[in-house]
């Protein structure tokens, strides 16, 4: 199974790993979420969306859809 | 002669550059909109000494050069337009000291443009609390500028920054890394093609048509169409791009920047636990949503109170000591009331951008957008479209100012066009006349009034037929925006008081000089309508003494009856008349219509025309509720207010856009006539056709 942000669990951490640009947009890419960063989830919204994360220091709060196309290791 | 610098203040959303722009320029700065857009352009003036005055120009806050919606796209016009007559002698790139890396993209990108930049750290205050250090001359010498640690907060560091203002002409203007190397065979390609070009500039000229769509106020036009690389291999360099500029910062960060995690203090993660838990946080958003809720209800029911008191007398004693005629008329009865009209707005708008700027500045409005997202979005809404809807329920017109916090235009403009559905505390005297009038004082289950379930049924029907018609208009309206969403969760901070200040200040003031003027205008208006008329209208005084003249009245009854024939033979009393045919298949005579058609001014006119064209002498509410009761329908026969006619009348108020006010202020915020000429006959229509349907039901 492919695991990505959205499957993480709270506190649970990973490692971003490389994405194609066709299903990242690039104002994510900016505020941090870039391959080799590290993402932990903070908090979920009720019906676990949206996502409150911690990329690289940055807390960003992102859609389900969005998280679930991005892979990462976990650690 | 006096020096001018044109200043450009850039930085991403939460570095604290209002509080920098505010510390600038105190309340020396105007907003207003960019041409055509509905964009807010803030700008300000600062005198440094005697010699040099420097224009101030507040850009949105964005997060990159890479332009996502209408407000990024126009930090990039301007600063990719030489010719505009702000674009910047100098930049400002505003950073939160604990985001250093990630504001510092935006920071690259400017430097690259050839721009002469200074970096403004903000918030270094809070260097101690999170063990921070820096190494402010080797960051200095790594990004090729100077650096001005400050604390908006505590006022520090703002002279040095002032000083590298006004000798911004000593700033490197060098690139701190060279875009090209991403593509260095792109980028060749792209020199040959344009020679004498830079060539960072053409390539966000460029990546823009890609991103966004293209620029329209450019030196560079005809760039755009340089295709030589498909969208997709474009997107992979920009990519690339900020890959490179992250590596970059970094780099710089390792050598310059220094954070003692042991010995940061957190404050977030415990706040967070408990504002944004699945239970919690939902308990203490509707607790602050009812407080706001009570404040704009409520509390600015005192000022109000004593404004409407004010004026009123205002009025008497310009009636009083002014000589009699046309224009004291004017003075006392169209042009002060219509001020009134305007002034008493202020407490509502004020209380609510209170709350909402203490929100926003706190940093918990990014919170209330996480918890709400999943709900407003189905609608096409914003988490944040929660307040103004809440707040539309005491007034229409504080709660479409409050949409500007918004970002999104789309999920902006569908809050702003559904908001005057949710009931308003104008439909209340309406509401509440036609319901003690047409609904059985009777309890459901013995301990419910019937009464009171109605009225809730009105709130609950304003509320669903403002998300319903969310929800529609999502579906129909075709306008591109951003479709994805990225909310950052700034940290918590305890908000400025005197940015907060100046929100309220500016919000009233944008509110009293913007639709004030179209508010004035339009009272005005619907005064000499009914102040004046045609024909048997200037001979009312002669007819009804003639007409009562055998009945003995006291001079305030014939006063009374006077007033009453003025109205009906006045323009406005035409228009009811002409419009009769039009209203009776909705169980309502020509008395109702003048009264539907003067309250367009304000809903709650509807009780007060009533009592004039009833020769009611007192808007108490009984008085007028027995003399309502006791009107005969002249076509059917019967009381003319029964339950059919009177549920017409209840959903004809619920639906219909009867505010000139929150036009008004439509027009304002939308930028354009189109929007509220749409939600009038929009609204109207669906009005119409929903009283009509429950009268001829119902009867
Ligand atoms: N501690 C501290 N907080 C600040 C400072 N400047 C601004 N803030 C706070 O940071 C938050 C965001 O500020 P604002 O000016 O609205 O940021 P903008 O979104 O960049 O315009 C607010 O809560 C401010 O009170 C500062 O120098 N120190």
């Known amino acids: 199974m492919v695991i990505t942000i959205a499957s993480l669990k709270k506190g649970q951490r990973g490692i971003i790993k490389e994405f194609s640009i066709d299903v990242v947009p690039l104002k994510l890419l900016e505020m941090g979420c870039l391959p080799g960063n590290e993402v932990s989830l903070v908090q979920m919204a009720p019906f676990n969306d949206p996502l409150y994360l911690n990329i690289n220091g940055s807390h960003l709060a992102i859609r389900k859809e969005t998280a679930s196309k991005i892979e990462i290791e976990l650690i | 002669m006096a020096k001018h610098i044109n200043v450009a203040l850039i930085g991403n959303p939460n570095t604290g550059k209002t509080s920098v722009f505010n510390r600038l320029t105190g309340l020396n700065q105007k907003v207003g909109n960019y041409p055509g857009i509905t964009v807010e352009k803030k700008q300000g003036t600062c005198k440094f000494g005697r010699a040099c005055k420097v224009h101030i120009l507040d850009l949105p806050g964005t997060y990159s050069l890479n332009a996502s919606s209408l407000d990024e796209n126009v930090v990039i016009e301007l600063l990719l337009n030489k010719n505009d007559k702000d674009f910047p002698d100098v930049a400002v790139v505003v950073a939160d000291v604990e985001n250093l890396k990630r504001n510092l993209l935006l920071f690259t990108q400017i430097k690259d443009l050839g721009i002469p930049a200074i970096l403004a750290i903000n918030m ?46 000593q700033l490197s203007t060098k690139p701190c890394l060279n875009a090209s190397r991403i593509s260095p065979e792109y980028f060749d390609r792209l020199r040959k093609a344009f020679p004498n070009q830079d060539l960072y500039k053409l390539w966000l000229v460029i990546t823009q048509d890609v991103n966004f769509g293209k620029l329209d106020r450019n030196e560079l036009k005809g760039v755009a169409s340089f295709q030589t690389e498909s969208v997709s291999n474009l997107k992979r360099l920009q990519q690339k791009e900020t890959v490179a500029r992250y590596q970059f910062i970094n780099e710089t960060l390792k050598q310059t920047l220094h954070i003692d995690t042991a010995n940061a203090k957190d404050l977030r993660s415990r706040l967070d636990r408990i504002l944004t838990h699945k239970v919690w946080g939902y308990v203490i958003f509707f607790g602050i949503l009812l407080l706001i809720f009570q404040a704009i209800f409520d509390w600015s029911a005192y ?69 709400m997202d999943r709900v407003m979005r189905r609608f096409g809404l914003s988490g944040k479209s929660v307040v103004p809807l809440v707040a539309g329920t005491a007034c229409a017109i504080p709660a479409i100012m409050a949409t500007r916090n918004i970002e999104n235009w789309k999920e902006r403009l569908i809050t702003i066009l559904v908001t005057p559905f949710t009931t308003c505390s104008a439909r209340l005297p309406v509401y509440l006349i036609i319901i003690a009038l047409v609904i059985p004082d009777t309890r459901v289950l013995g301990i419910f009034s019937l ?145 539907i058609v003067s309250s367009f001014a304000a809903r709650e006119v509807f009780v007060g025309t009533l009592a004039t064209i009833y020769s009611v002498g007192s808007e108490e509410e009984e008085t007028i509720k027995n003399r309502m009761a006791a009107e005969i329908n002249p076509v059917l026969g019967g009381p003319l207010f029964n339950f059919a006619s009177g549920v017409s009348l209840l959903l004809f108020y619920a639906f219909a856009m009867q505010c000139m006010s929150t036009l008004a202020i439509v027009k304002k915020e939308t930028n354009s006539w189109k929007w509220p000429m749409w939600q009038l006959f929009v609204m109207s229509a669906i009005a119409y056709v929903v009283a009509l349907a429950a009268y001829q039901f119902l009867k």
């Open chain 2, 451 to 595: 009464q009171g379930l109605t009225l809730m049924f009105m709130y609950i029907l304003g509320f669903g037929a403002a998300i319903f018609s969310a929800y529609l208009l999502d579906k129909i309206l075709k306008i591109r925006s951003k479709s994805f969403f990225v909310v950052e969760m700034p940290n918590y901070k305890l908000p400025l008081p005197k940015n907060v200040i100046i929100t309220v200040v500016e919000k009233t003031k944008a509110f009293v000089f913007g639709a004030g003027k179209i508010i004035l205008a339009i009272s005005i208006i619907l005064w000499v309508m009914a102040s004046y008329g045609p024909g048997n209208f200037n001979d009312a005084e002669e007819i009804i003494t003639n007409e009562y003249a055998s009945q003995n009245l006291s001079e305030e009854e014939i006063e009374m009856h006077i007033d009453s024939y003025k109205l009906e033979h006045s323009y406005i009393g035409r228009i009811g008349h002409a419009i009769e045919p039009a209203v009776r298949p909705l169980g309502y005579d020509w008395k109702i219509g003048i009264a």
């Open chain 2, 303 to 371: 000022p109000m109170d004593f404004i409407d008191s004010t004026f009123a007398s205002l009025s008497e004693w310009t009636k009083n000591t002014l000589p009699a005629g046309d224009f004291t008329n004017l003075i006392a009865e169209g042009i002060i009331p219509g001020l009134g009209g305007i002034v008493i707005f202020i407490p509502q708008i004020a209380f609510l951008f209170l709350f909402i700027s203490i929100l926003e500045e706190t940093g918990y409005m990014s919170r209330v957008v996480f918890l």
């Open chain 2, 124 to 169: 270094s205050d809070r260097m101690k609390r999170k063990a921070i250090t820096l190494d402010i001359p080797l960051l200095e010498e790594k990004l090729q500028t100077k650096i001005a640690l400050i604390s908006s907060r505590k006022n520090l560091g703002f002279d040095y920054l002032k000083e590298l203002i006004e000798n911004y002409n």
